[in-house]
């Protein structure tokens, strides 16, 4: 699962404000708060709505390895 620190990467990444991600999500201002925060254990479906939302808009999550940790980048665009 994406952590809360990759959610306020990609939202960087991305120039969004937490309600545009919000909004693109589907989910309330609330929830992206709750969750960039980490205050809460989310709901899968919130999570994943907030995911797939920043994965349409170009970035991709890099999950820890065990040796590097979590991250985000834009996606290559394909030609």
Known sequence: MITPR?????????????????????????AVTRLERGEVDPRVSTVEAVQRAIEKAGVEFILSDGRKGEGVRLSRPSH
């Open 6 to 30: 990759q959610i306020r990467a990609a939202r960087a990444l991305l120039g969004w404000s937490q309600q545009q991600l919000a909004d693109k999500a589907i989910v309330s201002l609330n």
